[in-house]
């Protein structure tokens, strides 16, 4: 059974930092990209960031030289280091795992920015 399981989300403050990590367990296809993907209230999800297998990564604009997108392949997981966190980043937090048959969601993380 396959399983993404997400951690480190929570209620921080404007300014704060969040590490968010997502270990995948059960896949038994080889994993490509990973990454994280965000829906606000009453908005569509959108993509955060991703990483490839070979370590390259992709940013949203909004959130480029503030967040960091990671990975250990040994572990199928995948993190995300969240610096100078803006209130407009509050939203749940989706770990995406993507092999070639098909795409795998966590269930997500909360992550809350106050004012």
């Known amino acids: 059974q396959v399983q993404l399981v997400e951690s480190g989300g929570g209620l921080v403050q404007a300014g704060g930092s969040l590490r968010l990590s997502c270990a995948a367990s059960g896949i038994i296809f080889s994993i490509d990209d990973m990454g994280w993907h965000r829906q606000a209230p009453g908005m569509q999800r959108e993509l955060v960031a991703s990483i490839t297998s070979r370590g390259s990564t992709n940013y949203a604009d909004s959130v480029k030289g503030r967040f960091t997108i990671s990975r250990d392949n040994a572990n199928d997981t995948v993190y995300l280091q969240m610096n100078s966190l803006k209130p407009e980043n509050t939203a749940v937090y989706y770990c995406?795992?993507?092999?070639?048959?098909?795409?795998?969601w966590g269930r997500g993380t909360q992550v809350t920015v106050s004012s």
């Open positions: 995406a795992v993507d092999t070639t048959p098909r795409r795998y």
